[in-house]
């Protein structure tokens, strides 16, 4: 049986995340892998009611803090019922967002600092870290004009946050990638769609056993 891996795609609005999970979830299935497609908030029945939640509503909606809970435990449930039963199985999980995410969007503007978020990973998720993530890395204006084109102006409470916002989730994103440079991989997101899914196979194959 082959090892079970976990990957993460991250970065801002519209970079490409959903797109690249599904294509590179299809490319490793055609190498022979099983492989679920998830996403966070979500991938469960519980945590996909923890996500509407979430991304309904008003901003004054939640309290940062409860914001920060809800989203860990969201991702407790989805790691005690769909990523580890996975993993052990020796399937691959590709997760579109995850513990970076939090990271990065609850840490910018004074909130929570990354030790506090860290510790809520542990306690909801006893702090299970993908193998491989992927920032999806492109200009804020860009992103959100491929958002915004994809979704004719709609946004959710999140996405609908200012660009100076979407900014510093950016920067926080880019800045994993320098402090993990084994675990966290930033990719061009300006090239073609089946450009950067390459990109992605060629950043795990050290992981294919
Ligand atoms: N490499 C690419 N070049 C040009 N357009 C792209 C590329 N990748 C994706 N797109 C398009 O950009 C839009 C956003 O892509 P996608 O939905 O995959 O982003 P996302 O990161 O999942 O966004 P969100 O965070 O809002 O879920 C879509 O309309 C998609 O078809
Ligand atoms: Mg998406």
Same mark, same amino acid.
């Given at each position: 049986m082959t090892q079970g891996r976990l990957i993460s795609l991250e970065g801002g609005e519209g970079t490409g995340k959903s797109t690249q999970a599904k294509a590179l979830a299809n490319a490793l299935e055609i190498n022979g892998h099983k492989v679920w497609l998830t996403r966070e908030p979500g991938g469960t029945p519980g945590a996909e009611t923890i996500r509407e939640l979430l991304l309904?509503?008003? !901003? !004054?909606?939640? /309290?940062?803090?409860? !914001?920060? =809970? =809800?989203?860990?435990?969201?991702r407790a449930e989805h790691c005690a019922k769909l990523i580890r039963p996975a993993l052990s199985r020796g399937e691959w999980v590709i997760t579109d967002r995850?513990?970076?995410?939090?990271?990065?969007?609850?840490?910018?503007?004074?909130?929570?600092?990354?030790?506090?978020?860290? *510790? =809520?990973?542990?306690?909801?998720? /006893?702090n299970l870290m993908p193998?491989?993530?992927?920032? =999806? *890395?492109?200009?804020?204006?860009?992103?959100?004009?491929?958002?915004?084109a994809r979704d004719r102006g709609d946004s959710d409470r999140i996405g609908g946050r200012d660009s100076a916002y979407h900014q510093a989730v950016m920067a926080k994103f880019?800045?994993?990638?320098? *402090?993990?440079p084994d675990r966290v991989r930033l990719v061009d997101a300006s090239q073609t769609a089946e450009a950067i899914t390459e990109m992605l196979l060629q950043n795990l194959s050290d992981l294919m056993s």
């Open positions: 309904t509503g008003s !901003e !004054e909606k939640w /309290n940062i803090r409860t !914001e920060a =809970l =809800l989203f860990a435990a969201a995850f513990i970076d995410s939090s990271r990065a969007y609850q840490s910018v503007n004074g909130q929570l600092d990354d030790a506090e978020i860290k *510790d =809520l990973h542990r306690v909801g998720s /006893n193998d491989r993530t992927f920032i =999806l *890395d492109l200009p804020e204006a860009v992103a959100s004009r491929r958002a915004a880019r800045q994993f990638a320098v *402090d993990e």
